[in-house]
């Protein structure tokens, strides 16, 4: 929702840690894509390249609505933009470590699809289509779950859970003394 970007206070803008539920919740399609809007991209990168991850969704500073920034290079020319974005298809498998800057000290191994083709907004609103491999198609499945309300502990086992389970205390405990 629209609404939601325009009362933001974006300088205000951090964050968010696992276990809060805006992290739980399903995002909703943006129905405009204006200069506020990317004035809220340019936030996201910048919080993204200060937390030193290479991909953020709008749930993760609290927006509920489905756009996402990624920069599988980690260069600063390397600014991805992808609003309301679908996967098309998905083939083949990898396995991998991801982390998430809303769940941080927490890196799991996950399996994903090794190719997806993705469809979306660009940050001028234009639609475009991209097939990717490997990296980025990992960053495109991860930050896609984020607006689906899922983390990536919700994509590991107990056993990996268990195995994170001072760190997740940890968090529990500060997002409750918050
Ligand atoms: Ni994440």
Redesign the pocket.
């Known amino acids: 929702m629209y609404a939601k970007i325009e009362q933001a206070n974006l300088d205000a803008l951090r964050v968010i840690h696992y276990p809060d539920p805006r992290l739980g919740e399903i995002s909703t399609p943006l129905e405009r894509v204006d200069d506020r809007v990317r004035a809220l991209l340019n936030r996201m990168f910048e919080l993204m390249f200060t937390g030193r991850g290479v ?3 709008a749930p ?1 500073v609290g927006i509920n609505v489905r756009l996402f920034v990624a920069s599988p290079t980690f260069e600063e020319d390397d600014r991805q933009v992808f609003i309301n974005p679908e996967i098309l298809s998905v083939e083949g498998k990898q396995e991998g470590e991801e982390g ?4 941080p000290g927490v890196n799991c191994r996950i399996t994903r699809g090794n190719v997806v083709t993705v469809r979306a907004l660009d940050a001028y609103g234009e639609p475009f289509e991209v097939t990717a491999e490997e990296m980025p198609a990992r960053i495109y499945q ?2 896609t779950d ?1 607006l689906d309300g899922r ?2 502990i919700d994509r590991v086992g107990t056993v990996a859970r268990f195995a994170h389970r001072r760190t997740l205390k940890q968090l529990e405990a500060e997002f409750a003394a918050s």
Do not use: N
């Open positions: 991909g953020l969704a993760q998430c800057l809303s769940v991860h930050e984020h983390l990536l």
